[in-house]
């Protein structure tokens, strides 16, 4: 039987603009610093993180955390737990973490709590998909790509079951597959 692929929600085109318009406005935003440190948060933000990081016309550095997520398969939220730190200090730094997407915030809020007591000169959030109606804090998102509905999405860096995540676009998952 022919696998499916996911529906469309959001499409290749659309998803290269606006990352461009978002490294268009850090650019802008960060003119003045010597330089940015991305942070990126493993797996799901390494297409993002490359595109993005690709387009901004400031110094950067790029590093990256990896923390405990959902399960495999499961749309249960687990504790959020560090399993792989940063390589560099982030002292007297810029920081923006860059998130693939923002679910209930519990990962973003704990990441927040986490790299601010380092000591970074100033510490912001970029994600590329927030799904409002999860959002169970209210984590700030300094840069944001996409509100979505309430669905599991794939693609983009994305995953189900580790799957899909080199999609072109955002594409949503039927219940069940
Ligand atoms: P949060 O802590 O609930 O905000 O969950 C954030 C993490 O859950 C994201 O960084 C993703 O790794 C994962 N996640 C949440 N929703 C989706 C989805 O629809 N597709 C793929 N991963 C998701
Ligand atoms: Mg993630």
């Given amino acids: 039987m022919p696998a499916t692929q996911p529906a469309v929600l959001v499409s290749e085109e659309r998803i290269q603009a606006r990352v461009s318009e978002l490294a268009r406005r850090i650019s802008e935003d960060y003119a003045a610093a010597d330089e940015v440190v991305l942070v990126g948060v493993l797996r799901g933000c390494y297409i993002f993180l490359a595109d993005l990081s690709r387009r901004l016309t400031i110094p950067r550095r790029i590093d990256f955390i990896a923390l405990a997520s959902y399960g495999q398969t499961g749309t249960v939220p687990g504790a959020v737990r560090l399993i792989m730190d940063l390589r560099g200090d982030i002292a007297g730094k810029h920081v923006i973490i860059v ?38 804090t209210d984590v700030p998102i300094d840069y944001l790509g996409f509100d979505i509905p309430d669905v599991w999405v794939v693609g983009y860096g994305l995953d189900y079951g580790d799957r899909n995540r080199a999609l072109p676009y955002i594409g949503v998952v039927e219940a069940g597959a």
């Avoid at 007591?117 to 927030?130: E, Q, V």
């Fill in 99 to 136: 998130e693939d997407i923002v679910d209930t915030g519990n990962t973003l809020q704990y990441l927040l709590g986490a790299l601010r007591p380092r000591g970074p000169a100033s510490l912001k959030t970029c994600a590329l998909l927030r799904k409002p109606d999860r959002i169970r």
